[in-house]
Nanobody, 125 residues
């Protein structure tokens, strides 16, 4: 299993970024996928998740209404569109896959056992 996240960068508050995660080594269309983030000195926290079909979504309250998770099963890609970025969104962002294809839309990192390398998002005020 490999997850390769990209798309991070530095933006001003109010700006937008689109993160991408390329997945390989497993049957991508069978799995929920998630995005998590970890700010300096803080614990990793849930951001968003999407079911294998892409129909059902789940978001942390902190990003709801500003971030949109999506996927393309034909390309084995999952995305996180981030709008109206705030300085508190500054973090390393990780895509993740749960330990089982039966795990659906869970928020806690304990259900995810494969992680990408992270891509850094820095939002300045």
């Amino acid at each position: 299993v490999q997850l390769q996240a990209s798309g991070g960068g530095s933006v001003q508050a109010g700006g937008s970024l689109r993160l991408s995660c390329a997945a390989s080594g497993f049957i991508f269309r069978d799995y929920t996928m998630g995005w998590f983030r970890q700010a300096p000195g803080k614990e990793r926290e849930f951001g968003a998740a999407i079911t294998n079909s892409g129909v059902n979504l789940n978001y942390a309250d902190s990003v709801k209404g500003r971030f949109t998770i999506s996927r393309d099963n034909a390309k084995n890609m999952v995305y996180l569109q981030m709008n109206s970025l705030k300085p508190e969104d500054t973090a390393n962002y990780y895509c993740a896959r749960p330990y089982s294809s039966r795990v659906q839309l869970v928020l806690h990192s304990m259900f995810y056992d494969h992680w990408g390398q992270g891509t850094l998002v820095t939002v300045s005020s």
